[in-house]
């Protein structure tokens, strides 16, 4: 069923929206995917604080121009569907690699992360990265290694002395 041109117009907004203000967007085919595997992918997206819409590429296409997103993006076609997303874009990433593995109905088409274009491949490599949430502790716990080892010298230091002047103390006794 056709649409009119104020739900046209209402569409346009939105995916206006959803490229201006969010972080990143992954586009991936939409045509295979059955409604049950939609659902359970919403549900994991909504963890991950990210959100599932099929778009009408036309209107999308209007909506890329506009907001004058990486012309690679602008070249999508057949049914497609956006994920997108506030902060992390390795969550989303994840869960579309693993759809991918166990359905096979759900093939990414790339995406853009802060302004920069990501091929489909990239998009995957996105899913092998640990997320910020991990990398963040490894960082700290990377800079918390020498001041560690540092405090250990110390201290051991003046525990060998104290062994040291306990043994000559019960010796003496």
Do not use: C, W
């Not at 409604?35 to 209007?62: G, P, W, Y």
């Not at 994920?83 to 991918?100: H, M, R, S």
């Not at 800079?143 to 010796?171: C, Q």
Request: net charge positive.
């Amino acid at each position: 069923m056709p649409k009119t041109h104020s739900q046209k117009t209402e569409l346009l907004e939105k995916y206006k929206d959803i490229l201006k203000n969010k972080t990143g967007y992954l586009l991936v085919n939409s045509d295979k995917i059955d409604t049950a595997t939609v659902t359970k992918l919403k549900v994991q997206l909504k963890d991950v604080d990210a959100n599932f819409a099929v778009v009408k590429n036309s209107i999308f296409k209007v909506a890329l121009q506009d907001t004058e997103q990486p012309l690679q993006t602008q070249e999508i076609d057949g049914p497609t569907a956006i994920i997108y997303f506030e902060q992390d874009p390795t969550g989303p990433a994840k869960l579309v690699k693993e759809t991918q593995k166990t359905s096979k109905l759900l093939d990414a088409k790339g995406g853009v992360f802060e302004g920069e274009f990501l091929s489909a491949e990239r998009v995957m490599q996105l899913a092998d990265i640990p997320s910020k949430e991990v990398l963040l502790s490894k960082l700290l716990g990377s800079m918390s290694a020498p001041l560690s080892g540092f405090m250990n010298a110390i201290t051991g230091n003046v525990r060998g002395l104290t062994m040291v002047l306990k043994g000559i103390s019960e010796k003496k006794a």
